[in-house]
């Protein structure tokens, strides 16, 4: 039996496993909620880290895991909640960052950036 600790987790394990699925699924739900987002900067950056071929294997899967947990349509704090919604999914990527916090380069603050820059219907393209 899982404990209260893992079940919000695991879903997001499980996908963070397929590369693709993250990949696809990612860009829709960010574009729908972005201007609600006080860190996109920094889910991005987890984004474009995670993607990077030099990222190392498990920081690759720690960020993959964070990001899958954002895209998934339930998790602890329903989204849909006003000022609430994304406190959850920021305390995950929080602790994620804070994890591989060293190979989140200045390269992929700066991809972060130029994408929100830019709009994100051209950010897709800048994996």
Request: charged content about 25%; proline content about 5%.
């Amino acid at each position: 039996m899982a404990s209260d600790y893992t079940v919000g987790f695991e879903p997001a394990d499980r996908l963070a496993q397929d590369r693709e699925s993250v990949r696809r699924r990612f860009w829709g739900k960010f574009k729908q909620v972005v201007a609600q987002l006080p860190f996109a900067e920094d889910l991005l950056a987890a984004y474009y880290c995670a993607f990077d071929k030099q990222t190392p294997r498990h920081v690759q899967a720690a960020l993959l895991g964070a990001v899958a947990y954002f895209i998934l349509p339930f998790d602890f704090m329903p989204d849909v909640l006003p000022l609430l919604g994304f406190t959850d999914d920021a305390a995950v990527l929080a602790t994620a960052i804070r994890m591989v916090a060293s190979h989140i380069t200045q390269e992929h603050r700066d991809a972060a950036r130029a994408a929100l820059k830019r709009g994100i219907d051209t950010a897709e393209g800048t994996e």
